[in-house]
């Protein structure tokens, strides 16, 4: 069973940095894609940005050159570098994995989710 997990959140202030983690175990495939999702209080899940197998990532625009995402091998552990936060950088961050090659960050395509871990940041 695919499982994943996510460490690393907290509070900050407005201009700090913050290291997201996750570990994701029982996936025994090759092709993948693996990302970020963020979900603010009353808002929908949104897409921060996706890495696939080979490396190739895809940011969202209100993260791009602030945000970056990366990967470990040969298991499946993923990062997320966050530095320059704002306020609207807060929420609950989840990654996810899709079974193949995805390139877009519409939540609906990301087929497992971890539990969440909370990002709040004060300005």
């Known amino acids: 069973q695919v499982q994943l997990v996510e460490s690393g959140g907290g509070s900050v202030q407005a201009g700090e940095s913050l290291r997201l983690s996750c570990v994701i175990s029982?996936?025994?495939?090759?092709?993948?894609?693996v990302g970020w999702f963020r979900q603010a209080a009353g808002k929908e899940r949104e897409g921060v940005a996706l890495i696939d197998e080979i490396g190739r990532a895809k940011y969202a625009d209100s993260v791009k050159g602030r945000f970056t995402i990366s990967k470990g091998n040969p298991e499946i552990s993923l990062y997320l570098q966050m530095d320059s936060l704002n306020a609207e950088d807060s929420g609950i961050y989840y990654c996810?994995?899709?079974?193949?090659?995805?390139?877009?960050?519409?939540?609906?395509?990301?087929?497992?989710w971890g539990q969440g871990t909370q990002v709040t940041v004060s300005s």
């Open positions: 029982g996936y025994k495939y090759t092709t993948y894609s």
């Open positions: 996810a994995i899709a079974y193949g090659m995805v390139t877009t960050l519409d939540p609906s395509y990301w087929r497992k």
